[in-house]
């Protein structure tokens, strides 16, 4: 059974840090393309980054370049999202997902995703 696991969420004030964890058991995680996903009430979910199966390329969407970092541990199956200087408008729950067909590139659009995380909630306070 594939699961992903997020963890990391929390409250923050605006200009804080904090760091996203995304746990994955049932596959291994350099086998797919991983990306960051957020969601905030009355919002549709958007793209935050991703990064590609193979040669770990990165991608990240305009409101967050320059403040968020995706990377994976490999030997920890583990994927994360850095996320500095945060902004209220970044407050949503944050998702992980994994997708298997791309292999140089990965997207930034929800829907070619095949394996979801259940979340973790990022408050950002003003």
């Known amino acids: 059974e594939v699961q992903l696991v997020e963890s990391g969420g929390g409250s923050v004030q605006a200009g804080g840090s904090l760091r996203l964890s995304c746990t994955a058991s049932g596959l291994t995680l350099d086998a797919y393309a991983m990306g960051w996903f957020r969601q905030a009430p009355g919002k549709e979910r958007e793209g935050v980054s991703c990064?590609?199966?193979?040669?770990?390329?990165?991608y990240y969407a305009d409101s967050v370049k320059g403040r968020f970092t995706i990377s994976r541990d490999n030997a920890k199956n583990t994927l994360y999202l850095q996320m500095n200087d945060l902004k209220p408008e970044d407050t949503a729950m944050y998702y992980c997902?994994?997708?298997?067909?791309?292999?140089?590139?990965?997207?930034?659009?929800?829907?070619?995703?095949?394996?979801w995380g259940q979340g973790t909630q990022v408050t950002v306070s003003s």
């Open positions: 990064i590609s199966r193979r040669r770990g390329r990165t």
């Open positions: 997902a994994a997708d298997f067909r791309q292999a140089d590139s990965c997207s930034l659009s929800w829907s070619v995703y095949d394996y």
